[in-house]
């Protein structure tokens, strides 16, 4: 549940400003109204608007179910496919970041429940943290001894 007051406000406001921006954004990809800088700005602050919706309210679930990861989508299909905006990478980088922000997913706490119930029921230890390098990958050491260092002589620069 969303805190006190505030959850019929975020209610009826998220939709409206999703919706707003998303139609801002459809008819710029084929008119080409705004410049990206312009874009990257509005996509700044639709990814704030998300996180305050995901702090004001209790549980991911219902933050996620205010915004909709469908719509940004099919965005994202537009974008790619604009002709202004089509190499704009930076555009369908945050386009991404919108909708993967937008998904609803488990609390931690349930995924980390989850995991440990599949690994009790196949019988499987837990994996130990990946090392950057396996032992077989490193390669053996060279049979022949280092060169030792020779120490640089002084030059001494005569003065007249």
Do not use: N
Request: with cysteine; charged share 30%; net charge positive.
């Amino acid at each position: 549940m969303i805190q006190d007051g505030v959850s019929e406000d975020l209610s009826s406001f998220i939709p409206s400003l999703q919706d707003t921006v998303i139609d801002l954004f459809t008819s710029s990809a084929t008119s080409g109204a705004l410049t990206t800088a312009q874009m990257k700005d509005v996509f700044k602050l639709v990814l704030t608007a998300i996180r305050q919706t995901k702090r004001f309210s209790k549980d991911s679930m219902e933050a996620g179910s205010l915004w909709k990861s469908d719509a940004w989508d099919a965005l994202l299909e537009q974008l790619t496919t604009s002709e202004k905006y089509g190499q704009a990478t930076g555009l369908h980088a945050m386009c991404k970041q919108v909708r993967d922000a937008t998904r609803v997913s488990e609390p931690r706490e349930a995924k980390k429940a989850k995991k440990s119930e599949e690994t009790a029921t196949s019988g499987e230890k837990p994996s130990k943290s990946k090392t950057k390098r396996k032992a077989k990958e490193v390669e053996a050491p060279s049979e022949k001894p280092p060169k030792p260092k020779r120490k640089k002589a002084k030059v001494i620069a005569e003065t007249s």
